[in-house]
């Protein structure tokens, strides 16, 4: 089993940074990939960023590429989604996903663990 707990986000003005960490314990970073979804009021939750434990390789949707980067720190079995130049339209509630069953996931049911999921709100 795995355990993943998000910290970061906040509320920050548009063109402002965040860090939002995940960290696993368990069985950590099993399966093939890791993720960050988010998801806002009255939408479905939407792929963010990924990266594939084969060679640590990262994708993004394009909607945040150039813009955020995806991490591991092995030393503190931690996954970090660092996010800049944030718009108001990046508000939501963002959620790590763990236990990808394949590279360059994108959608929900590709993943198997899940965090509790953290606010990001960004005012204009």
């Known amino acids: 089993q795995v355990h993943l707990e998000e910290s970061g986000g906040g509320l920050v003005q548009a063109g402002a940074s965040l860090r939002l960490s995940c960290a696993a314990s368990?069985?950590?970073?099993?399966?093939?990939?890791m993720g960050w979804f988010r998801q806002a009021p009255g939408k479905e939750r939407e792929f963010v960023a990924g990266?594939?434990?084969?060679?640590?390789?990262?994708y993004f949707a394009d909607s945040v590429k150039g813009r955020f980067t995806i991490s591991r720190d092995n030393a503190k079995n931690t996954v970090h989604l660092e996010m800049n130049s944030l718009k108001p339209e990046d508000t939501g509630v963002y959620y790590c996903?763990?236990?990808?069953?394949?590279?360059?996931?994108?959608?929900?049911?590709?993943?198997?663990?899940w965090g509790q999921g953290r606010q990001v709100t960004i005012s204009s």
């Open positions: 990266i594939n434990w084969s060679d640590l390789s990262t």
């Open positions: 996903a763990g236990g990808g069953r394949r590279s360059y996931g994108v959608r929900p049911d590709e993943f198997g663990y």
């Open positions: 368990g069985r950590t970073f099993s399966g093939d990939a």
